[in-house]
Nanobody
Framework: QVQLVESGGGLVQAGGSLRLSCAASGGTFSGYAMAWFRQAPGEEREFVAAIGRNGIVTSYADSVKGRFTISRDNAKKMVYLQMNSLRPEDTAVYFC????????????????WGQGTQVTVSS
């Protein structure tokens, strides 16, 4: 069983930056692929970024490619999402998720979820 807790959300002006963190406990963290998803009001949960178990393989949604960077520290059991050049359309609740074996872009394939952290980008 893995528990995930996100932090780092907040209110930021367009063009600004935020760094989200996700702390994991329980389980063997290095055995899990990790991902960030987001969900805006009235919208479905959408893939943002994912990182493989060893931290080498990453993937991004086209909408955030070049602006967001996902990383992980297996020793600290942490995963991060550095968000730069934020836009109002990035406003959403951001969720950290974990799954065994390979990462995917499908939220239903993830086994563990955090409670989410709100990111609001003002224009």
């Amino acid at each position: 069983q893995v528990q995930l807790v996100e932090s780092g959300g907040g209110l930021v002006q367009a063009g600004g930056s935020l760094r989200l963190s996700c702390a994991a406990s329980g389980g063997t963290f290095s055995g899990y692929a990790m991902a960030w998803f987001r969900q805006a009001p009235g919208e479905e949960r959408e893939f943002v970024a994912a990182i493989g178990r060893n931290g080498i393989v990453t993937s991004y949604a086209d909408s955030v490619k070049g602006r967001f960077t996902i990383s992980r520290d297996n020793a600290k059991k942490m995963v991060y999402l550095q968000m730069n050049s934020l836009r109002p359309e990035d406003t959403a609740v951001y969720f950290c998720a974990a799954k065994s074996t390979l990462s995917t872009r499908i939220p239903q394939s993830y086994d563990y979820w955090g409670q989410g952290t709100q990111v609001t980008v003002s224009s």
